[in-house]
């Protein structure tokens, strides 16, 4: 069970407690397995726990990563069934959309997991917030640094627009199935490293042990 969210939190989060030396990174959960698998390998084997919001089709043909990302220590959320823009739904359609990826998060792993994270969207809308709380998502999971790794910049160049954006309680939106956030994620963990600030995963960045 995750410990409850400290009194407070708000509805939508977008960064964790300045005060502190935890950062959060999430990742955009699809694409090709190897690649995903690559970057939970390189996280894992520096100790750093990522948040995995994953995308309902995904799991469908790839059901298997559910719980090699929940067994390498990270946090799932859920990210949409089909990623399309959630935000020019009907309330019906999000509902949907939302409801079909908890359904798969439920059957693979037992739990629909505590994070909801609209898909095509920085922020949800009132009414997407709605339809994430009638799913059972208290909370949405927004994210304060956007290095835009899905566009394919160097390793170097992701290196450093996570690192000159990055300070304590940030939370930050990487992608799987992109050869270049494998490629940075070494460096990025070092750089991290470096500053004093530690990777952990979303619910740990709320109610540090
Ligand atoms: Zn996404």
Request: aromatic fraction near 4%.
């Amino acid at each position: 069970m995750l410990p409850p969210l400290p009194p407070g939190t708000p509805l939508e989060v977008v960064y964790g407690p300045r005060t502190g030396k935890n950062v959060a990174l999430t990742v955009h959960g699809s694409g090709d397995p190897k690649l995903a698998t690559a970057l939970l390998e390189i996280a894992e084997q520096r100790g750093a726990g990522l948040t995995v919001m994953v995308v309902g089709s995904w799991l469908d043909q790839q059901p298997q990563m559910a719980r090699r990302i929940l067994d390498g220590g990270h946090e799932l959320g859920n990210h949409t069934q089909n990623h399309q823009n959630i935000s020019a739904m009907s309330p019906d359609q999000a509902r949907a959309e939302i409801a079909q990826c908890a359904e798969r998060l439920q059957r693979l792993t037992g739990s629909i997991g505590r994070w909801f994270r609209p898909s095509a969207a920085q922020y949800a809308t009132p009414m997407v917030r709605e339809q994430a709380k009638a799913v059972g998502y208290e909370h949405v999971l927004s994210f304060d640094v956007d290095p835009r790794d899905y566009s394919d910049p160097s390793a170097a160049e992701l290196q450093r627009r996570v690192l000159t954006s990055a300070k304590g309680g940030s939370v930050v939106a990487l992608h799987m199935g992109h050869q270049c956030t494998v490629d940075a994620l070494p460096g990025i963990l070092d750089g991290l490293a470096k500053a004093g600030l530690k990777p952990v995963t979303a619910s740990r960045l709320f109610t540090p042990a």
